[in-house]
């Protein structure tokens, strides 16, 4: 971690700043590789591992993405595989661009692999990328040699930032894998500035998860290894979905990811089969989550769900 990261760090149990102690300096970068994070108050400790401040000691229930993320690590990361996928669908799904975030402070809620966090620091923001999993080392790898981006491992229920630190707040893909999707929104909506802006993408509600929801019942159950080459079975069924009735058919009774590219096929897939949490909400719920947040100017972008607001 860079140094100036502790003039917004404090404790997650009593929100008093951090002293950094027994700490090892990369001198390349001067990056902190390896310290100790201590509360003034209650003496509460952190490690610095890897260059990276660990604010939790498991990945509790999202130990799923420690493993996918290891496995899938440089799939999604568009400077790594010469595309702009990630970089459009984060436009798509907060409507911002990189005028709008150049030059900001953002939280990047659920960082995963980086692929998101790699977009925005290349548009010129700095941003702060938090994961609860051990991801937070594959997304270092990805892109934590960049001045502009910080990773930590903490979570999202209780997040080690001073209140309205952030001049932006994004979530993709992430709050619905917590046990309580609302809940982790009302988390971040603290470290946000007035007037700043949050925006985040959950999964919709309907009627076409339920085959796929009763297959959950029991992948959810199986070793994560065994569901990770299963979903091998993604990679041919692509040619088998193209086949007119038959493919549709297989598709509602077997939902699998369509990309192009065989390895999202296979990461997408994996991805919807093995988190133990999968919430799906609807457009009025979200949007009262928003309003009960006392945000204005919400906007509600096509592909569901994703809600942007602005914080009052």
């Not at 966090?117 to 941003?127: C, L, P, T």
């Not at 058919?249 to 990309?259: E, I, S």
């Not at 590219?261 to 296979?266: A, E, H, V």
Request: include cysteine; charged fraction near 25%; glycine fraction near 6%.
């Amino acid at each position: 971690m860079m140094e100036k990261l502790l003039d917004i760090l404090v404790c997650p149990t009593c929100s008093v700043h951090l002293d950094l102690t027994n700490k090892l300096v990369e001198e390349e970068g001067l990056k902190i590789k390896k310290g100790l994070l201590v509360c003034k108050r209650c003496g509460r400790s952190s490690r610095i591992k890897d260059y990276i401040p660990r604010f939790v000691v498991t990945d509790d229930y999202v130990d799923t993405f420690s493993f996918e993320w290891n496995k899938f690590h440089d799939v999604q990361i568009d400077i790594l595989n010469n595309t702009d996928i990630t970089e459009q669908q984060l436009i798509r799904n907060t409507g911002w661009t990189r005028e709008r975030l150049k030059g900001k402070l953002i939280l990047d809620a659920g960082i995963g692999a980086g692929r998101y966090a790699e977009v925005v620091s290349r548009w010129g923001a700095e941003v702060v990328g938090v994961d609860l999993s051990f991801a937070v080392d594959v997304a270092y790898k990805n892109i934590g040699h960049r001045e502009n981006v910080h990773i930590l491992q903490a979570d999202l229920f209780n997040l080690p930032f001073l209140p309205e630190t952030f001049d932006m707040v994004y979530s993709i893909g992430v709050l619905h894998h917590t046990p309580d999707t609302k809940a982790a929104f009302k988390s971040l909506v603290p470290f946000l500035k007035r007037g700043g802006e949050m925006a985040i993408f959950v999964y919709p509600a309907g009627y076409s998860h339920l085959f796929s929801d009763l297959w959950r019942k029991l992948t959810t159950r199986l070793p994560i290894k065994l569901v990770y080459y299963l979903s091998t079975i993604a990679i041919p069924l692509y040619y088998v979905h193209k086949i007119p009735y038959l493919g549709n058919g297989l598709q509602w009774l077997l939902p699998t990811a369509n990309w192009s590219d065989w390895r999202w096929r296979w990461l997408d897939t994996f991805d919807w089969y093995v988190p133990i949490y999968q919430n799906k909400h609807t457009y009025p719920e979200v949007f009262r989550w928003f309003k009960e947040a006392r945000f204005t100017e919400i906007e509600i972008f096509d592909h569901p769900i994703c809600i942007r607001g602005k914080k009052e």
